[in-house]
Antibody
């Protein structure tokens, strides 16, 4: 069965960086794009970009360009999302999600809480 | 940017009742690219509907989606206890490529 398992919660200070992992299994890793979506406390869902696990190509919305980096390690079917220059507004649960054929997210990770606090 | 608005913000219903959730887009959305998700506390999001009306694998037939253009609807024909959750719509389109609605909470009356 398809699974996306994320790394554990993180606490970071303002200005620091955080790197969250998403280990996939149950399907061909290079066959599906992986996206990242975040949800601030009590807020809705915000799309952060995607990575093509086959080529390593990425696409980030303007809001996150220059601050987010998505990478992958094909040997362990894992993708990573690194967010730099953290501010308190980056406190959120970060999700990885697999993109299906109709531009929907068919499987999601369990989420990783990142808390930014001095 | 396409903005999705969901209504109502909260829907208070009893088990067995019908739930009708609305998702309205600021511009026309391709029906092929409108999806609905369910979120429960502490759980991963779950895809319910894609392509506006296609049920995802394993989703009970009490869930149905409809609509086109700027108006889409998720209907739960008879609420089961496990259906009380938050529901989000999502579209794929112009920059940013993916946007979500603010969600509708379905809670027990």
């Amino acid at each position: 069965q398809v699974q996306l398992v994320q790394s554990g919660a993180e606490v970071k200070k303002p200005g620091a960086s955080v790197k969250v992992s998403c280990k996939t299994s149950g399907y061909t890793f290079t066959g599906y794009y992986i996206h990242w979506v975040r949800q601030a406390p009590g807020q809705g869902l915000e799309w952060m970009g995607w990575i093509n696990p086959h080529s390593g190509d990425t696409n980030y919305p303007q809001k996150f360009q220059g601050r987010v980096t998505m990478t992958r390690d094909t040997s362990i079917s894992t993708v990573y999302m690194e967010l730099s220059r953290l501010i308190s507004d980056d406190t959120a649960v970060y999700y990885c999600a697999r993109l299906g054929a109709s531009r929907h997210f068919d499987f999601w990770g369990q989420g990783t809480l990142v808390t930014v606090s001095s | 940017e396409i903005v999705l608005t969901q209504s109502p913000g909260t829907l208070s219903l009893s088990p067995g009742e019908r739930a009708t959730l609305s998702c309205r887009a600021s511009q026309s959305v391709s029906s092929s690219y409108l999806a609905w998700y369910q979120q429960k506390p502490g759980q991963a999001l779950r895809l319910l509907i894609y392509g506006a009306s296609s049920r995802a694998t394993g989703i009970p037939d009490r869930f149905s989606g409809s609509g086109s253009g700027t108006d889409f609807t998720l209907t739960i024909s008879r609420l089961e206890p496990e259906d009380f959750a938050v529901y989000y719509c999502q579209q794929y389109g112009n920059s940013p490529l993916f946007t979500f609605g603010p969600g509708t909470k379905v809670d027990i009356k």
